[in-house]
């Protein structure tokens, strides 16, 4: 792609990324996204080929801002375990920033929206290839690092998930912990590190 090409397709992706994060996915039509970028729907069906090739496009670059975010961590340290238990707290923040861009990568909020297949594995290969990176430095011998950090990354999945849920509702008293970021955050601590470990992860 050409570098004017591929500045028009920012463009525009960044105006879906702005409509994603200010209107949700009730705002996140074509027409929303042509007028955020300042050009025609004619434009935007021209570059994407329509709804489902917008869609496809805007899948890809949130795991794009997840693999930058994981780039963007200070350089590794010899307390792996630090590290790693750093990785898990930045993709909560991750997680927060914006719950709508999260379900975009992780559920199904847009309905008929089903991310193509081959996309889906490559961005899940090419952005999680940086945290199975961090976890193999704590593997103890024997443990499947692809493994550990599956098991690892559904423990920190769902614990932000039920986090966001439970914030998008009318808070509740007597819940199990109470409804403040500090509370949240600190059960998400304690459960990652027990999910750590319980899979036997140590520095070396």
Known sequence: M??????SRERYLDAALSVLFDRGVPGLTVRG?????????????????????LFDALYERTFDSLREMLEGLPP???DALADLLDVAL??????????????????????????????RSAVLRTTFTLFIARVQRVCPPGVDARTAAYQ?????HGLVGSELVLASRTRLPDWFI??????NEQMYRQGVTAM?????????
């Open 2 to 7: 050409r570098p004017a090409e591929q500045g």
């Open 33 to 53: 996204v042509a007028e955020a970028a300042g050009v025609s729907t004619i434009s935007v069906y021209a570059r994407f080929g329509g709804r489902a090739g």
């Open 76 to 78: 590794e340290s010899p």
């Open 90 to 119: 930045e993709y909560r923040r991750f997680a927060r920033e914006s719950p709508t861009r999260y379900a975009l990568m992780f559920e199904r909020p847009v309905p008929g929206f089903d991310p193509d297949p081959a996309l």
């Open 152 to 156: 690892l990354w559904t423990a920190m």
């Open 178 to 183: 109470p409804p403040t970021e500090e509370a």
């Open 196 to 204: 750590m470990t319980g899979l036997g992860l140590r520095n070396r």
